[in-house]
């Protein structure tokens, strides 16, 4: 059965793909807005915002890539409405398939255009001045950290796809996850933010992530954060697949 199951994954995988390599466009529009953003806060706002001695593009660099991602998934959502209403569904239900292969396709290849996105933003960021002293263990932690974030808010963007109702919806409900950074450690430190804003800024997901990864890029030993984003990357993703295979069997039932 595992096997069936990796082999009906890869077959749709090669599918999903192949909608990417056809309008590779998606991929620069999601590029797009982050390093629109990291351009505008580097040199218009960057030297107002007291970050110590680090440079500032290394300081705000974790959120904008947390940006890109979520980005990145709204068009997981749009192109999962796009194959419900064209009926595809249907015709794999008539298939010896395994129901769960057809959304980790979905999943899959959000992983995969993901991954490029934030390559090319990285790339301007080097472009930009951004340095790492960190070691290969530490890229790899960064590189882990980011791809548990896709593959969590991905699911999230399963359930969203799966339950709107137009196109517009289905790649709305990325906009709270593209604001979430600004209300966080992302683009200044949480000691400057009023009481309230500055309490849910330290205690939502995006914090710890950003808090990690910029920890892992400065070469430092990484704190209480690491966990506390596990955490919550981990019970998301958890109770977002479920909540994404009980939609999908209702949906094609």
Same mark, same amino acid.
């Given at each position: 059965?595992?096997?069936?199951?990796?082999?009906?994954?890869?077959?749709?995988?090669?599918?999903?793909? &192949?909608?990417?390599? &056809?309008?590779?466009?998606?991929?620069?529009?999601? $590029?797009?807005?982050?390093?629109?953003?990291?351009?505008?806060?580097?040199?218009?706002?960057?030297?107002?915002?007291?970050?110590? /001695?680090?440079?500032?593009?290394?300081?705000?660099?974790?959120?904008?890539?947390?940006?890109?991602?979520?980005?990145?998934? /709204?068009?997981?959502?749009?192109?999962?409405?796009?194959?419900?209403?064209?009926?595809?569904?249907?015709?794999?239900?008539?298939?010896?398939?395994?129901?769960?292969?057809?959304?980790?396709?979905?999943?899959?290849?959000?992983?995969?255009?993901?991954?490029? /996105?934030?390559?090319?933003?990285?790339?301007?960021?080097?472009?930009?001045?951004?340095?790492?002293?960190?070691?290969?263990?530490?890229?790899?932690?960064?590189?882990?950290?980011?791809?548990?974030? $896709?593959?969590?808010?991905?699911?999230?963007?399963?359930?969203?796809?799966?339950?709107?109702?137009?196109?517009?919806?289905?790649?709305?409900? /990325?906009?709270?996850?593209?604001?979430?950074?600004?209300?966080?450690?992302?683009?200044?430190?949480?000691?400057?933010?009023?009481?309230?804003?500055?309490?849910?800024?330290?205690?939502?997901?995006?914090?710890?992530?950003?808090?990690?990864?910029?920890?892992?890029?400065?070469?430092?030993?990484?704190?209480?954060?690491?966990?506390?984003?596990?955490?919550?990357?981990?019970?998301?993703?958890?109770?977002?697949?479920?909540?994404?295979?009980?939609?999908?069997?209702?949906?094609?039932?």
């Amino acid at each position: 059965m595992p096997t069936h199951f990796l082999g009906e994954t890869a077959v749709l995988l090669g599918r999903s793909m &192949r909608h990417i390599t &056809r309008s590779l466009d998606t991929i620069v529009t999601v $590029t797009i807005m982050p390093i629109a953003l990291m351009l505008l806060f580097v040199y218009v706002f960057g030297g107002a915002i007291d970050t110590g /001695s680090e440079r500032y593009v290394n300081y705000l660099l974790p959120g904008i890539l947390l940006i890109t991602i979520a980005m990145g998934i /709204s068009y997981t959502a749009f192109r999962l409405f796009t194959d419900l209403k064209s009926g595809i569904f249907e015709r794999f239900q008539s298939m010896p398939i395994a129901r769960s292969s057809v959304l980790w396709a979905h999943v899959l290849t959000s992983l995969v255009s993901n991954l490029i /996105s934030l390559v090319i933003v990285m790339l301007v960021a080097l472009l930009m001045g951004f340095r790492s002293p960190a070691g290969v263990l530490a890229w790899l932690g960064v590189a882990g950290i980011l791809m548990l974030f $896709t593959l969590t808010v991905t699911w999230l963007a399963v359930i969203a796809g799966l339950s709107a109702k137009t196109t517009d919806g289905a790649g709305a409900f /990325s906009y709270p996850l593209i604001f979430l950074p600004f209300l966080s450690s992302a683009f200044v430190p949480t000691d400057t933010m009023p009481g309230p804003v500055r309490w849910f800024a330290e205690h939502q997901p995006v914090t710890s992530i950003v808090n990690t990864i910029r920890d892992l890029f400065a070469g430092q030993p990484v704190g209480s954060d690491i966990w506390t984003a596990l955490a919550w990357c981990v019970g998301i993703v958890v109770v977002a697949y479920g909540l994404a295979m009980v939609t999908y069997r209702r949906k094609v039932a």
